[in-house]
């Protein structure tokens, strides 16, 4: 089962239960064991499921709860604090230094998605403000220098590698060597893989590791292996000592929650999970975070850090979001983001509750269409109503008759899209309270 089936099924599961009329304790147990199902058809260990269930009712104390006690949201409260909890690592993950050359390499099977893996933290690192290069030290799968080549060239990064040294581990030490003097931050490695665990790879990972003394090392695992995750990374660890994990292929493989899960389980930091074979997809692995998505809940600082990896500067509307702000402009620019970024159907579960809300039942080709229509409304303001914090619509209705007309559009439509930018302020104004740019916590009943 897809992650994304995954969470639509746990979802119906309570959302069936809580929007009963009446919960009986016999319904309750139904929900835990449809959740349950659910987990194990996507792979996750018998044992955490156990672990889970357990977790569920302890917390919710179906017997005991007052007659007037919120149940709905105790309920939805347990689930997903149980969902996070098996699967956080609950380890913190190295974090390079700037203006330092930190090496990271890259270790894993042969397919698991290293090289391209290696591109996407680049770009990642490369948004945030660092020097980054890559180096292949695959000397082992023809065409692997090709393939970084080119990734690296369409994300503008520097690399290195040979197309005639058959020694991985001199191009691994030449290559770093040059970017260390050349004073790059963040030095990616990418090495060769083999189709199964054998002792020739790990020989290879050893003494790269060795040469180039990484302040990092990264295995990459392919999700669709499952709960095997864990056997694999074991048997990665007892030789290459890696500090943190990436997990390809979340998007496509049924047992991701599996391979997930059963990583979080040796606590072995989750830094990264892969979402797709496009460079952008990729996203930072923060158990809240991904249990909201997964929940459908929405959450900002994943679509925000989407937002980066696309376009790079997002320089005003971040400083307006440090101060609490977010302009009616700051939500043109937003939705002209979201609307470069590919299929709707990959961002509507990052969509915070509204805007998600008002994508919801569409295919990809209506979203954009309503997407179009929004920054048509846009762009018959003002550059003073732009740069407003949207109030002054409502103080002057006739201004949004005029901007309807103007675009073509209808009132109804101006009124909408004022709205979700007003929910966006009330976000940002929050977000500034809690001093970060990420939304906290569990959900709303
Ligand atoms: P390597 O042998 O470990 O270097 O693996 P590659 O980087 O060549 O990746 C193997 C295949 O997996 C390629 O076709 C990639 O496009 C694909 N791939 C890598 N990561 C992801 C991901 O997160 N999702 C999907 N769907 N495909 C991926």
Not at 11 to 23: I, K, S
Not at 38 to 43: F, G, K
Not at 314 to 319: D, E, I
Request: glycine share 10%.
């Amino acid at each position: 089962m897809v992650l994304q089936d995954l969470g639509k099924r746990i979802n119906a599961a309570v959302t069936d239960l809580t929007r009963a009329p009446t919960m009986s304790e016999k319904a309750f147990d139904g929900m835990i064991k449809e959740i349950c199902n659910a987990l194990m058809e996507a792979d996750v260990n018998i044992r955490l499921v156990g672990t889970l269930r357990k977790a569920i009712k302890s917390k919710v104390k179906f017997g005991e709860l007052a007659p007037h006690a919120n149940k709905r949201r105790i309920i939805q409260q347990a689930v997903f604090e149980a969902l996070v909890d098996i699967v956080n690592p609950h380890e913190k993950a190295w974090q390079p230094k700037k203006a330092k050359s930190n090496v990271i390499m890259f270790v894993g099977l042969q397919g698991a998605g290293k090289t391209t893996t290696c591109t996407k933290l680049a770009i990642y690192y490369k948004a945030r403000g660092f020097k980054v290069c890559l180096v292949c030290a695959d000397t082992f799968r023809a065409g692997a220098f090709d393939q970084l080549k080119q990734n690296a060239t369409k994300a503008g990064i520097p690399y290195y590698g040979s197309l005639t040294q058959t020694n991985p581990v001199t191009v691994a030490s030449d290559g770093v060597a040059k970017f260390k003097k050349e004073r790059f931050e963040i030095i990616i490695v990418d090495t060769s893989g083999r189709h199964q665990q054998e002792n020739a790879l790990f020989a290879e990972m050893v003494e790269i590791q060795a040469a180039v003394q990484p302040q990092q090392t990264v295995m990459v695992l392919d999700a669709s292996i499952g709960q095997a995750a864990e056997a694999q990374s074991r048997a990665f660890k007892e030789t290459a000592d890696f500090g943190a994990i990436i997990i390809t292929k979340t998007d496509g493989a049924a047992a991701g929650g599996g391979a997930i899960s059963a990583v979080a389980a040796t606590h072995t930091p989750i830094i990264f999970i892969g979402t797709g074979e496009h460079q952008s997809d990729f996203e930072s692995f923060k158990p809240e975070s991904f249990v909201k998505r997964l929940l459908g809940m929405g959450d900002m600082s994943a679509l925000m850090e989407k937002i980066q990896m696309n376009n790079g500067d997002q320089k005003p509307t971040m400083k307006n979001l440090a101060e609490g702000k977010f302009s009616v402009r700051d939500m043109r620019d937003q939705i002209a983001n979201v609307s470069k970024m590919g299929p709707l159907s990959k961002l509507a579960g990052m969509m915070p509750g509204g805007m998600g809300g008002l994508m919801q039942g569409m295919d990809d080709e209506e979203g954009s269409m309503k997407m179009k229509r929004m920054i048509y409304i846009c762009d018959s303001m003002t550059e003073k109503e732009l740069d407003s914090d949207g109030k002054i619509f409502t103080e002057q209705p006739a201004r949004m008759t005029r901007v309807a007309r103007g675009s073509g559009t209808s009132v109804r439509e101006v009124e909408e899209l004022l709205s979700q930018q007003q929910m966006m302020a009330g976000m940002a104004k929050k977000m500034k309270g809690m001093g970060a740019a990420g939304q906290k916590g569990a959900p709303g009943a």
